[in-house]
């Protein structure tokens, strides 16, 4: 029987010269792989080697972010079911015109719903800032909290909130009511 315990000891008692990826395909534990790659995941091809070798039944959304902060060329080699909306965003920023390039890349759940990635997408195309937002950020208008943009034809700050899926101009007086009632904005 593998336990999480054998598993670890099995994994440390390979010798040096044979990787732990070509052991980890075994290993049906995803917090044991994660503490793998965290330990011997070291550069971009151990990343790649990894993403091939850990079970479908094993990876998950964190083991699949680990794998493409060390290499985001690996995002093909992973099954889109591990792709959230943030790591499609963290992929889009780290390889700008990737999705475009190969739209079926890009997850069915991600594309058809409104989260941070098209949120960023939405205010790259109109506005030509998506990427001045931090996930955080994006989370927060995502949960209807007014932000300020720069309107690329008058060069005017203005003052928005996304309700329904649309952005909508918020009313200067709406703006000053906020602001007095104490709201951080």
Known sequence: ????????????????????????????????????????????????????NIPDAVMNEEIAEFILEKNPLAFPILKDTYLSPEICLYIDRNNPNYFSKYPSMLPQSVKETVNVFTLSRMLERRWGCGENFSLDELKEIL?????HIKESSSGKNVFMELEGGRFRILPEERKIREIKKGHKL
């Open 1 to 52: 029987m593998k336990t999480r315990e054998i598993c670890r000891v099995a994994l440390e008692a390979l010798p040096g010269q044979i990787p732990k990826y070509d052991l980890i395909l075994y290993v049906p534990y995803a917090d044991i792989c994660l503490e793998t790659l965290q330990k011997y995941c070291t550069n971009k091809t151990d990343a790649i080697m990894y993403a091939i």
């Open 143 to 147: 949960q209807g909290k007014p932000f």
